[in-house]
């Protein structure tokens, strides 16, 4: 809520307030001493006029002013002096001095109101009101300030300013007055300002009031607009069909006549009758008429009661219910007291809430590109059918004139329709233009509507296009068949920000989109490629520039080389998303990326399905390349190598993340990471199923000079060949390996295998893994030749191991050293149903097993684990 806006009338109580403190402060007590010889009055040759509190005390001589029945000067006689003093009575003296300073007089007050919702208002409100003596010349005129603040049952608030003059005439008893208003009213979406004036006329039998409202400033403002549904096509432009709600102050006046029905005890019971006109901009005018009830059983509280029609509100009934403090009543003595002149400090009777109505609009309009804030131009083709000016009333009758007829701002779409079936020869997409057709389900996105589906849309018939598309910078290319092209079916060069949906490419020559050089956004969403007889089914070639490319819900089936094949070389750099793409019967790889260069990739493959292929996914990152790879949730079953494979080479550094996969029926290793040369490589293997694979689960092997560090975790492994787990390092690589809360059961040879070669060295944790029915053994570890392996096996669980493969080693662990290697192990706290072997056949070999559930059998030269650097 706008407080702040509001402060001058949250002041002008406050002020209220202490003014009516002020007042008792400074009027002296009755029982005061009044002096001997206090000054003496002569009312035939001195009037006065008394001041409101807030300009003069009460007590203090006034200067002499004009009054209305004062004598004039040169009509006193002339009267000699005398030296006798005209005789004083106290007691006359002090009255008279309160009459003229209290009687007939009207005070600070405040007070509360409720009234309920209304015409030009939905929601009842709370008044909180003050009333100020600016003036008073008591018993005949008294000027004042009404100040509210008006707050809505909705939260909304609003206030007025009244400044007003009102005049007693003791001889007919009525009291006339006027005023002028300022108003304003807060609706939560729109503010409105206000100027009133009025006119009233107040007496003990009857009343007239006419008041006149002018809204000021902006008085028609849009509260909401809505775009609930899309006309259709008219000439080149989409309409939208458009409903805006408007609210509109109203200009007006209301004039009532009546008077007393009934005496309530001290109260008065009135009844009013009257008219009102009401003119809002945008809206007709309207002539009402109203009746009100007054009913004040006390100075302190007043009810009305209110029915009104109009042919715009029709009927509305309201009610209010005040309460001030003090009352609104002269002060003094009844007995005194004028007939009527009580009425000169009631509130102003006027509408204290603009009246604001609520109107609504519906047409048309033009769909709004929201890129470039200009409507969409449509270019209509019909294939076959006589040539016409590209509306919707008279498309063209062949593509190539629709592209003609676009323009490279952004906003042109060529919109076709398949009509008699004939094929679209070759051709190329200029610059910010799309091309669709009505096949699929079209979206296009709207600055008034969001996303809107094109009329027309969704046929399934997809015109012809033989044999091939050029795209262009920031085109789009939807809803067309390419079948038989010579060589790539869609293709691009040098350019940025493409689009490639909804189409179905067949039995290209070479690739079925090929793209070189593209940055910028590149989305290929919902096609299908079907054989291609030299190429990959999706080719991204980059050497330079940077890439953001998204491939979603496709699918390629029997690609002569790879599904989906991204090459990133030199400076390029690129992020890359996968997702919900099936890749079948690939010859090379259902995915691959070749990282090379310089280049610096992000790239994520997720929900996709790889089967069929030599290879399901691949990450080759080589040269000086940067990369991280998060590969997740996918399915690679079938495939004749490797389900998941990542070979690092020469100097390149990776990240690979693979959660969340099924690898299954493979003939070679389910996920494989492969690091040579002097690459560096993290990889975190998490919660991943591999089973029944030609040779190893998850195998990990480090050469030549590479660095490695591992985490294999919460994986099932089970039924695959050789072993579950196999991690082998040699040459002179370096690795680190983490084998956390995994699952290796059924494998044919090890649960896990951790073995060096070479000069190699590893460091390797071993913790917390179940081992169940593999053929030899649950855990196995082995050093050879000059290499070094530390390594601390703890917290794991070996159930019946060996199986059947070699029922004549009847270990759940070995470890072993050969050549000249070195080996220490730390085996603490493992349970195995086969027992523990330690075997120190040539080499170092240092062990500490403690805590263990059985007994460790050593045979060879096995040494205290002393220092040995085990993780």
Known sequence: MKIAKYSSYVTLLLVGTFASSAIAQTTKPETEQIPENPPKLNLETESVDTLSPFVVGAEAPLTPLIAEDSVPSDSIPDTPPTTEETPTNPETEEKDTKTDTETNTFSVRGGIRYTTEGAGYEEGFTSFEGFLPLFQTPGKNLTFVEGRLLLQNNGDLGGNVVLGQRFFDE???????????????????????????????????????????????????????????????????????????????????????????????????????????????????????????????????????????????????????????????????????????????????????????????????????????????????????????????????????????????????????PGDGSEIPPFEIPDRVQVLSTAPVQKLDTKQAGTVILPLSGSGQMPIIDPLVIMGNSTTISGFAIINAPDAAIVGEGIENVTIRDNLIVNSAEEGIRLEEVTGKVNIVNTTIDTTESGSGIFIDNSSGAVDLRINKTTITNPALNGIEINFSGTAEGIVNITDTQVLNSEFAGIVANLEGNSNSTITIDKNTASGGGLGIVILPSESSRSTVTISNNIVQGNLLDG?????????????????????????????????????????????????????GIFILPFDSSTSNVTISHNIVQGNLFDGIAIFSVDSSTSTANIFNNTASDNGLDGISNETGDNSLMRSLIQGNTTNNNGRFGIEISATDTSSLFAGVRLNNLIENPGELMPFLPFGFAAQTLDNSTLCVDLKDNTSSNGFLLNGVSGTFNANASGNNSDVSQSGVVNPLGTCPVP
């Open 171 to 417: 001889s007919s008893h009525r009291v006339y007055g006027g005023y002028i208003a300022y108003d304003n009213r807060d609706t939560s979406k729109n503010s409105f300002n206000q100027l009133g004036v009025g006119f009233e006329t107040l007496g003990e039998n009857w009343d007239f009031r006419i008041n006149g409202y002018l809204p000021i400033g902006d008085n028609r403002q849009l509260s909401s607009e809505s775009f609930p549904s899309i006309f259709g096509f008219q000439g080149n432009a989409l309409l939208l069909n458009r409903t805006r709600q408007f609210e509109s102050a109203a200009t007006g006046f209301d004039a009532e006549f009546g008077g007393k029905i009934a005496r309530l005890g001290k109260g008065t019971l009135r009844g009013y009758g009257g008219v009102y006109y009401i003119n809002a901009a945008g809206d007709d005018s309207a002539l009402g008429v109203k009746g009100r009830l007054e009913i004040r059983p006390t100075d302190n509280l007043n009810l009305n009661l209110s029915i009104q029609n109009d042919r715009i509100f029709d009927t509305r009934v309201v009610a209010s219910l005040g309460i001030t403090f003090p009352g609104t009543s002269a002060r003094g003595n009844n007995e005194d007291k004028p007939k009527g002149l009580d009425r000169m400090g009631e509130t102003v009777a006027r509408q204290h809430a603009i009246l604001v109505l609520q109107q609504t609009e519906q047409d048309k309009v033009a769909a709004v590109n929201p890129e470039t804030n200009q409507p969409w131009r449509f270019q209509h083709v019909i294939l076959g059918k006589n040539e016409g000016n590209g509306t919707f009333e008279s498309p063209f009758g062949n593509v190539q004139n629709g592209l003609d007829a676009t323009v490279s701002d952004g906003d042109d779409i060529v919109y076709v329709q």
């Open 644 to 696: 998941i494979a990542i070979f690092s080479s020469d100097s390149s550094t990776s990240t690979a993340n693979i959660f969340n996969n099924t690898a299954s029926g493979n003939g070679l290793n389910g996920t494989s990471i492969f690091s040579f040369d002097s690459s560096q490589l993290t990889a975190t293997i998490d919660n991943n199923t591999t089973d029944s694979n030609g040779f190893n």
